[in-house]
């Protein structure tokens, strides 16, 4: 799970090296990434091992329920394979130790995200309009409305601030996790990665002001 919050704040930044109009997109790999790291600081929050390996075993059940969809009627490979899915959960839940439980349900990943972070549980709200196409992701090529809308692409480098900074918090809110698991502290290199993101979120902000008053 950690690795596919990864690979998805790597392809907002492979956008970014694309082309500045794929804003919008942008916003849309950068919400994966944070939707993965939420799922994956639920999966990792009990410090117990034998309750987070009960968790994964309720995060599998998406994965064994898929098959049952009727729109998977047609599919016996996703079918198989949710079937065979759902045998695995059983068997291993049933030789968990005693006194190993977990939710019955994934939290919603808003909730998730507010208690870890509040700025992620803020862009993910934010970064699903884009993803479901609702009204705000029209914005970047639309301004105004009614007789006064004026229709053209407005995307400016102020709108990858957030992606490319959401990105890099998701990723080092599970990096951190993981690491209290098994290491303890953090090492003194993620505070320099730190310094250097806040330095260049400095640089970029006050790059774009200079912009706008020339």
């Given at each position: 799970m950690?690795?596919?919050?990864?690979?998805?704040?790597?392809?907002?930044?492979?956008?970014?090296?694309?082309?500045?109009?794929?804003?919008?997109?942008?916003?849309?790999?950068?919400?994966?990434?944070?939707?993965?790291?939420?799922?994956?600081?639920?999966?990792?929050?009990?410090?117990?091992?034998?309750?987070?390996?009960?968790?994964?075993?309720?995060?599998?059940?998406?994965?064994?329920?898929?098959?049952?969809?009727?729109e998977m009627?047609?599919?016996?490979?996703?079918?198989?394979?949710?079937?065979?899915?759902?045998?695995?959960?059983?068997?291993?839940?049933?030789?968990?130790?005693?006194?190993?439980?977990?939710?019955?349900?994934?939290?919603?990943?808003?909730?998730?995200?507010a208690a870890n972070d509040e700025r992620l549980a803020s862009f993910y709200v934010t970064a699903s309009q884009h993803t479901h196409a609702a009204e705000l992701a029209t914005r970047t090529s639309r301004a105004n409305l009614g007789v006064d809308a004026t229709y053209g692409e407005s995307v400016g480098a102020e709108d990858w601030l957030h992606p490319l900074t959401m990105s890099y918090v998701s990723f080092r809110a599970t990096a951190t996790r993981l690491i209290q698991l098994h290491a303890g502290e953090p090492p003194e290199i993620l505070s320099i990665a730190d310094r250097q993101i806040e330095e260049a979120c400095d640089e970029f902000l006050a790059a774009v002001l200079t912009q706008d008053k020339a």
């Open positions: 950690s690795n596919l919050a990864l690979r998805h704040a790597e392809a907002t930044l492979a956008l970014a090296k694309t082309d500045m109009v794929l804003a919008s997109s942008a916003w849309v790999t950068a919400r994966a990434a944070v939707e993965a790291t939420g799922r994956c600081l639920w999966l990792l929050e009990p410090d117990d091992e034998w309750e987070r390996e009960a968790r994964w075993l309720v995060f599998l059940e998406e994965g064994a329920r898929l098959g049952g969809r009727p009627k047609d599919c016996p490979q996703v079918i198989a394979q949710s079937e065979s899915i759902e045998d695995f959960r059983r068997a291993v839940f049933d030789k968990l130790p005693e006194g190993a439980s977990a939710p019955k349900r994934i939290e919603s990943i808003t909730t998730i995200l």
